[in-house]
């Protein structure tokens, strides 16, 4: 009964849209679970516009990749038709959402990476990708914006605001340092001007996330080993489960429209 | 309720087209600055506005509805104040 998994053609390119598109679907679909549940309704809106803004931009990565792969794919059989193993997002963003401490922590980590590296894509050799990242890196930057005010005001705020703050960021630290990893894969697009080197990004990451936890008084774990994984499929047991509700229509009604 | 301790912002957005910042609403927010976030995420999700004033609802002062009367009625019989009875020669055009 249910739909079989697609087969993709992970050249480099393709690769390393997915990974981005991957990234930005799956930290959208955590965001969208929060609607109707966030603390208040102007949050719940604030989640749900950024969720929405991260699907968007995974909407034209896919589309991308697909373009490039040439197979006959295309953004919904990306999303709804690949295996877990075959998703190549961060460790980061499957991290479950948590109390709202949690979720905006993570953005937070996210958002400030995403700002510098959709930046550093706008000059990419690839036009597409130039493009997209044009587009994205105001997105981000509104994202970056609104959980640095909520980071300032959940760890400077209450003595339960700040613990749960702090158990966020102790939490999630060892999930940050994926996003600055580069594989052999990787490392031929940057050589070629096409990629962005995150490695370079992070001393400027480190100020911003340095600069807001200062203000929140909150602390950053000296801790420096970091978990990996998720840019080779290698996942946490919870992006299954993300990934069977957001598959479960194309995979029950294969090629279900409304 | 958690939005009881949270004070109550009125919005104010200026369109594309618009001269003047129009009230569109209100939200609940514990500063200005989360006010004006909120404010963009609310009222400006399809593409309504280029500017967002926000201000505190409890510095408005409203007149009291129970004195309508007063206030306006006396306004409404005075139809001269209205710029209706003047000829408006052609070449002014659209005014």
Known sequence: MATASIQVSET????YALRRADDALILGHRLSEWCGHAPMLEEDMALANMGLDLLGQARELYSYAAKVEGKGNDEDRFAYLRDVRQYRN??????????FAATITRQFFYAAFADLYWRAMMTSRDTTL??????S????????????????????GTGESHRRAQAAVDDLWAYTGEMFAVDDSERCLIDAGIGVDPAGLRPRWLDTVSEVSGEATLTLPKNDWMQQGGRDGRHSEHLGHLLSELQSMQRTFPGAAW | MTTQAIPLWEV???SRN??????????????A?????AARDIYTRRGEGLSIWVVPSGAITASDPSEKGMMFEPAESKIYRHPTFYDVPDEVGHM
């Open chain 2, 18 to 31: 618009g001269l003047a910042h129009k009230h569109v609403g209100s939200l609940h927010a514990t500063d």
């Open chain 1, 137 to 156: 890196e105001k997105e981000s930057a509104y994202h970056l914006r609104h959980c640095s005010e909520w980071m300032v005001r959940l760890g400077d």
């Open chain 1, 12 to 15: 480099p390119l393709v690769l």
């Open chain 2, 12 to 14: 104010f957005i200026r």
């Open chain 2, 33 to 37: 600055t989360l006010a004006l976030q």
């Open chain 1, 90 to 99: 961060l460790l980061l963003v499957e991290r479950p959402n948590g109390d």
């Open chain 1, 130 to 135: 130039a493009a997209i990242a044009a587009r």
